[in-house]
């Protein structure tokens, strides 16, 4: 079972602060999603990665593969109070399996 | 409606109850996906449907039971439930192998008593 394992669980900072947050498996995924979700609603889909070593940028978060493809992280520059939410991230195997959950980060940016 | 549309939103329901959830997608995708979300829990994944077809089935128990009559459809059907089954139902939908992501609905939170 291909397991996906999130830091920190939980991360409270102010407003303007930077953060890093990761995922980590011991399994090789063929890409690496991560999502958004807020209260009440479903996880919202933020960027896909394919490619070990890739980076991809999003405004101000910045995504990057490990070069194995077995971990990822997430780095938020200037954190606003929009960006509170639980991230997921979530990875895919071969053969279009379906995709495999970590237990997410749940960040609250404080004003 | 664009999306991804679940409904309800929100249900309570005995044990002895009998309850749908429904789930509608209006984006073309060829899958669609039932996952469980529980406080202090990875997203489990309960039942996969590829071109309406269910392709995993991940041991889920019998009273939950899945329907999905076309691609843009999917059902979860609920009977006799247990207090541990409260949670936050969630269906997704993605086109297969276009490494497109899924997109979800809002979920139903259902809470059994």
């Known amino acids: 079972t291909q397991l996906l394992e999130q830091s920190p669980q939980f991360l409270s900072i102010q407003e303007g602060e930077n953060l890093t947050v990761y995922c980590n498996s011991s399994?090789?995924?063929?890409?690496l999603q991560w999502y958004r979700q807020e209260p009440g609603e479903g996880p919202v889909l933020l960027v896909t990665?394919?490619?070990?070593?890739e980076v991809k940028k999003l405004k101000r978060l910045t995504f990057q593969f490990g070069d194995a493809r077995k971990d990822s992280s997430l780095h938020i520059t200037a954190a606003q109070p929009g960006d509170t939410g639980l991230y997921l991230c979530a990875g895919e195997g071969s053969g279009n399996t379906p995709l495999v959950f970590g237990k997410g980060t749940r960040l609250s940016v404080i004003a | 409606e664009t999306g991804v549309t679940q409904t309800p939103r929100h249900l309570v329901m005995g044990m002895t109850n009998k309850k749908s959830l429904k789930c509608e997608q209006h984006?073309?995708?060829?899958?669609m996906y039932w996952y469980k979300q529980s406080a202090k829990k990875p997203l489990e994944l309960m039942f996969v449907?590829?071109?309406?077809?269910?392709?995993e089935n991940n041991s889920v128990p019998s009273r939950f039971s899945p329907e999905c009559p076309n691609s843009s459809h999917l059902f979860l059907h609920l009977h006799t439930l247990q207090p541990e089954d409260s949670a936050l139902y969630l269906c997704?939908?993605?086109?297969?192998?276009?490494?497109?992501?899924?997109?979800f609905g809002s979920g139903t939170r259902l809470t059994v008593v």
């Open positions: 984006l073309g995708h060829n899958a």
């Open positions: 990665v394919v490619t070990g070593g």
């Open positions: 399994s090789v995924f063929s890409s």
């Open positions: 449907y590829n071109f309406k077809e269910q392709t």
């Open positions: 997704a939908s993605s086109q297969v192998a276009t490494k497109g992501g899924y997109t």
